[in-house]
């Protein structure tokens, strides 16, 4: 079992930054794949970027690539989500999920084992 806690969400002005953590509770966190997704009132979950167990492999949703960036500390049990030029259209509740194995990354909701409890980011315009 793996408890997943995120942190760092809040409200932002548009243009501006945030880096969300993920703190896991697993000390076999360094062969877990780790993936953000997100949630916007009356829409669906999707993906928002996604790393490798070793960090060797990322991706990334074409909404935010070049303004988001995915990176984990093994040694921390704990993976990031920094975010930078942020829009109002990224408003949403932001999950990290993880999995229990696999050797790459994976961009699917129903990839995933384990989910956080979410947290809020709000940019305003």
């Known amino acids: 079992q793996v408890q997943l806690v995120e942190s760092g969400g809040g409200l932002v002005q548009a243009g501006g930054s945030l880096r969300l953590s993920c703190a896991a509770s697993r000390r076999t966190f360094s062969t877990n794949p780790m993936g953000w997704f997100r949630q916007a009132p009356g829409k669906e979950r999707e993906f928002v970027a996604a790393?490798?167990?070793?960090?060797?492999?990322?991706s990334y949703a074409d909404s935010v690539k070049g303004r988001f960036s995915i990176s984990r500390d093994n040694a921390k049990n704990t993976v990031y989500l920094q975010m930078s030029s942020l829009k109002p259209e990224d408003t949403a509740v932001y999950y990290c999920?993880?999995?229990?194995?696999?050797?790459?990354?994976?961009?699917?909701?129903?990839?995933?084992?384990?989910w956080g409890q979410g947290t809020q980011v709000t940019v305003s315009s």
């Open positions: 999920a993880a999995r229990s194995s696999g050797s790459y990354y994976y961009t699917g909701v129903d990839e995933y084992d384990y």
């Open positions: 790393s490798s167990w070793s960090g060797g492999f990322t």
